[in-house]
T-cell receptor, first 114, second 116 residues
Framework: AQSVTQLDSQVPVFEEAPVELRCNYS??????LFWYVQYPNQGLQLLLK??????LVKGINGFEAEFNKSQTSFHLRKPSVHISDTAEYFC????????????FGTGTRLTIIP | EAGVAQSPRYKIIEKRQSVAFWCNPI?????LYWYQQILGQGPKLLIQ????????DSQLPKDRFSAERLKGVDSTLKIQPAKLEDSAVYLC??????????????FGPGTRLTVL
């Protein structure tokens, strides 16, 4: 079984400042890692995913994340945030055995301060 | 390409009543998921279908929740009878279902259920 920990439930950031949202996972097997974003009153949308290869993954809207196997982390970063980035961000993990089941963290609410 | 459709968007019921949610996945997607998202928590998988067969329903409270996927396309999730703790957003998602992990799941807008 896998689990995901997002320690920061809320992160306020000034507009145009950088941001990092933290995600740590636990698993006894190899995993795939995902970041989803949920805008108010909308479903979840995939930001980026790590399956294999380069540990630095680039996604949509200028976001990137780095997979660190030794620290079991997959932190999400953006060098300069915009008001439109205000949303809830969820880290998720699945095993790589083919069942596609996702286990989500509790989410981090990113609030951009003008 | 049309996304995942869900209805209704909002539902308010009294406890002990029954309720049903409907989901139409993206055309051609073999795998369909129902998630429960309680306020302040991440989505929790309730049931996963591959075509019209159940792959995983280990976290579905089967004494009150049921789900079916007719003809391997659209799906309904039912709660009978509802409890106060069932208040949540119910999300439907679909994916290609090729048997390869890492396929993107596409989510619908969700149904917000309030049980009074």
């Amino acid at each position: 079984a896998q689990s995901v920990t997002q320690l920061d439930s809320q992160v306020p950031v000034f507009e145009e400042a950088p941001v990092e949202l933290r995600c740590n996972y636990s698993s006894s097997v190899s995993v795939y890692l995902f970041w989803y974003v949920q805008y108010p009153n909308q479903g979840l949308q995939l930001l980026l995913k790590y399956l294999s290869g380069s540990t630095l993954v680039k996604g949509i809207n200028g976001f990137e994340a780095e997979f660190n196997k030794s620290q079991t982390s997959f932190h999400l970063r953006k060098p300069s945030v915009h008001i439109s980035d205000t949303a809830e961000y969820f880290c998720a993990v699945s095993d790589n055995f083919g069942n596609e089941k996702l286990t989500f963290g509790t989410g981090t609410r990113l609030t951009i301060i003008p | 390409e049309a996304g995942v459709a869900q209805s209704p968007r909002y539902k308010i019921i009294e406890k002990r009543q029954s309720v049903a949610f409907w989901c139409n996945p993206i055309s051609g997607h073999a795998t369909l998921y129902w998630y429960q998202q309680i306020l302040g928590q991440g989505p929790k998988l309730l049931i996963q279908f591959q075509n019209n067969g159940v792959v995983d329903d280990s976290q579905l409270p089967k004494d009150r929740f049921s789900a079916e996927r007719l003809k391997g396309v659209d799906s309904t999730l039912k709660i009978q009878p509802a409890k106060l703790e069932d208040s949540a957003v119910y999300l439907c998602a679909s994916s290609l279902g090729t048997g390869l992990s890492g396929n993107e799941q596409f989510f619908g807008p969700g149904t917000r259920l309030t049980v009074l």
